[in-house]
């Protein structure tokens, strides 16, 4: 098993979001299959290997994991003749990759973007991890509804919540806390509209963890159901969809789920898939896959023509040409 490079901008700061804390639990599981270790390149860190000296090493028996979407095209450059994996969070970016790339996707949405986009790259769909300390503890809860102000849609938090706010309790998260699986379990109800702010950056939601963490610790989730959140996501069933028709509408559902605790909570059965043992299971098939596809490309290179932009161009000539040669022929 080749070790692992996961190469990230940085660790802290600037660089700490829901993408690489989810990227960093991601190492944490393959240090259980593999050696892996973390490398940035944009910011120096202690104790942390810097991308310039790792280069400087033999890098043969390593597999470079790049996932940050907008360096993506530029690391993979840099890469070359290299073995590099893309861990692919989100999808929309524009670019496209060569087939001896592989592409780990966090979500069936994402997957399937790749799958069209780059379709003789090896493919692979390994879903964010829900961390044990997200499971409902039956605590009382003493917050009505809660909102995480970060990517919160303008309509939720201008119009929503002030809305809401004469008939309910309702408590702004707009700061990161240590303990958000314990506010989770303090909520009854939790907003997440996310749909606008993707939108703006013009790439999709790729996992859409808060809302997953939110229902696993027993909470009633009103979402967006933009992007990867459909993977999971069911409105009617297990959630109810947010910023539908209008204010008075969703404040009724709001208001109502308040007043009406949900009887027959999701079991934990549903988020089984999404827990560490089994997520290690696939993590060990898919390393296996894609350390012999690597052994495979040193041997043999590719001879699958890539979907490039150029090669659609030419398929939509001959189809077009075909047609008129038909009509030609008919007559």
Not at 25 to 53: G, I, M, N, S, W
Not at 222 to 250: E, K, M, R, W
Request: with cysteine; net charge neutral; proline share 6%.
């Amino acid at each position: 098993m080749r070790s692992l490079y996961f190469l990230l901008p940085g660790t802290d700061g600037k660089f700490a979001c829901g993408g690489l804390f989810a990227e960093l639990k991601t190492v944490a599981l393959a240090r259980q299959l593999c050696e892996a270790t973390v490398v940035t390149y944009q910011q120096r860190e202690p104790h942390t290997p810097f991308l310039d000296d790792v280069l400087r090493q033999d890098t043969r028996d390593a597999i470079f994991v790049v996932s940050w979407g907008f360096h993506v095209p530029k690391l993979v450059k840099r890469l070359q003749g290299r073995s590099v994996i893309y861990h692919a969070h989100s999808a929309g970016y524009g670019f496209r990759l060569p087939s001896s790339v592989p592409i780990l996707t966090v979500s069936r949405n994402t997957l399937g973007y790749w799958g069209q986009r780059c379709p003789n790259s090896p493919m692979f769909f390994l879903p964010n991890q829900i961390s044990p300390e997200f499971s409902d503890r039956g605590n009382s809860r003493d917050i009505d509804v809660l909102v995480q102000v970060r990517k919160s849609s303008e309509y939720l938090l201008k119009q929503l919540v002030p809305a809401l706010q004469p008939h309910c309790q309702v408590v702004l998260l707009d700061r990161f806390v240590d303990d958000l699986a314990g506010l989770f379990n303090r909520s009854k109800v939790y907003l997440y509209d996310t749909a606008e702010y993707w939108a703006q950056y013009q790439v999709t939601e790729g996992f859409g963890l808060p809302p997953m963490e939110a229902m696993a610790c027993g909470c009633q989730v009103f979402s967006s159901v933009n992007g990867a959140l459909a993977d999971y996501l069911d409105p009617g069933f297990n959630c109810q969809s947010i910023g539908t028709y209008s204010t008075a509408y969703d404040v009724d559902r709001i208001l109502t789920a308040l007043q009406n605790p949900a009887t027959n909570p999701l079991s934990p059965d549903f988020f089984d898939f999404y827990r560490e043992d089994k997520i290690l299971v696939r993590l060990q098939q898919i390393l296996t896959s894609i350390n012999h596809f690597f052994d495979h490309a040193e041997q043999q290179p590719s001879d699958i023509p890539n979907l490039t932009p150029q090669r659609i161009m030419k398929l939509r000539i001959q189809r077009v040409y075909q047609k008129l040669r038909q009509k030609v022929v008919g007559n």
